[in-house]
């Protein structure tokens, strides 16, 4: 990619850490509307019919005309990208805890390596068996210890495996976008992918959206269903575009480890102010799951020789 100036690497990280805690609080804030007063696939239509047209409105500014050959990829991209991600990801979150989505959610890059060497033939060599073979352990065992979804835990397995499931749609997505973003713009990509992922995601949550009652709606409601619309979604992807013009896609990837980190720290924050109390959810079990999923993801991410070798 070149050399690139230190203020523009420090600008890139500055993004990506912004991308973390955003992602990180919608965890807190989707869970406290869920199902109660949206239902999760009313909150994907929600969230497609908010996004998309502000993605081409910019879209309209920087015109760029797509191959009528790559559409079929483009509609495989919002499938498993938008529509399946996105549906699976907020079902799996209204039926499990904030803490096990953000655990089981760092076992995205192994899913990755998997469907690259199914679909790319990338070579997958002992130490990456071996990381895929902790961070499926971390998962499976995190899966097999998941509460019943009653009072005495906020977790299901239901919803854990659909989280997981969510992580799986989503590495087919980064593996079937790779040709498309080295062919055009970011931009012009993730434009394309939200109009065909939205106009999926639009039916299957129509229903769910359309029994939203607005008018038991507090302020505080409406500003996390705006925070959903305009940062989660919106501002995220911007942030992931200009880091991913300034830093490998291997150095976004890493930020994935932080979610646990900053979802454990906001869930203890929401409990000593007196929100949610979600903190029966991490106990020693779910943070040794945790250790071992990041430790499995560090072997399969982590080239030989280190950070120096992955900043080049």
Same mark, same amino acid.
């Given at each position: 990619m070149g050399d690139t100036p230190a203020s523009s690497l420090w600008k890139a990280h500055l993004a990506l850490w912004g991308v973390g805690? &955003?992602?990180?609080?919608?965890?807190?804030?989707? %869970?406290?509307?869920?199902?109660?007063? &949206?239902?999760?696939?009313?909150?994907?239509a929600l969230r497609v019919a908010g996004a998309t047209p502000l993605f081409w409105l910019l879209y309209a500014f920087r015109?760029?005309?797509?191959?009528?050959?790559d559409l079929a990829r483009l509609w495989l991209c919002g499938l498993s990208g938008v529509t399946i991600n996105q549906l699976l990801f907020f079902n799996g979150l209204a039926a499990t805890s904030p803490v096990?989505?953000?655990?089981?959610?760092t076992i995205n890059p192994v899913l990755v390596l998997?469907?690259?060497?199914?679909?790319?033939?990338?070579?997958?060599?002992?130490?990456?068996?071996?990381?895929?073979? @902790?961070?499926?352990?971390?998962?499976?065992?995190?899966?097999?210890?998941?509460?019943?979804?009653?009072?005495?835990?906020h977790a299901s397995w239901q919803g854990d495996?659909?989280?997981?499931?969510?992580?799986?749609?989503?590495?087919?997505?980064? $593996?079937?976008? %790779?040709? #498309?973003?080295a062919k055009y713009r970011p931009l012009t990509v993730i434009s394309w992918v939200f109009l065909f992922g939205?106009?999926?995601? #639009?039916?299957?949550?129509?229903?769910?959206?359309?029994?939203?009652e607005w008018s038991t709606f507090s302020t505080q409601d409406w500003l996390s269903v705006g925070f959903v619309v305009l940062f989660t979604t919106f501002l995220v992807y911007l942030l992931n575009?200009?880091?991913?013009? %300034? $830093?490998?896609?291997t150095v976004v990837s890493i930020y994935i480890y932080l979610q646990p980190l900053l979802v454990g720290g906001m869930v203890w924050l929401a409990a000593t102010l007196g929100g949610a109390d979600y903190m029966a959810d991490m106990g020693w079990?779910?943070?040794?799951?945790? $250790?071992? &999923?990041?430790?499995?993801?560090? @072997? $399969?991410?982590?080239?030989?020789?280190?950070? %120096?070798?992955?900043?080049?």
């Open positions: 805690l &955003i992602y990180a609080y919608n965890y807190l804030v989707a %869970k406290g509307l869920m199902p109660e007063k &949206i239902g999760p696939s009313g909150f994907i015109w760029e005309r797509v191959a009528r050959a096990h989505a953000s655990i089981i959610m998997l469907i690259s060497a199914a679909v790319l033939g990338t070579a997958i060599t002992s130490r990456k068996v071996a990381g895929i073979a @902790l961070g499926a352990a971390g998962a499976i065992t995190l899966l097999l210890n998941s509460g019943g979804g009653g009072l005495e835990s495996l659909m989280v997981l499931l969510n992580a799986a749609s989503y590495g087919v997505y980064l $593996v079937a976008v %790779k040709p #498309l973003m939205g106009l999926m995601a #639009l039916p299957v949550g129509a229903s769910q959206a359309a029994a939203i575009i200009y880091a991913l013009g %300034k $830093v490998q896609p079990l779910q943070s040794c799951c945790a $250790v071992v &999923i990041a430790t499995g993801v560090w @072997l $399969v991410s982590v080239p030989t020789g280190g950070w %120096k070798r992955r900043a080049r």
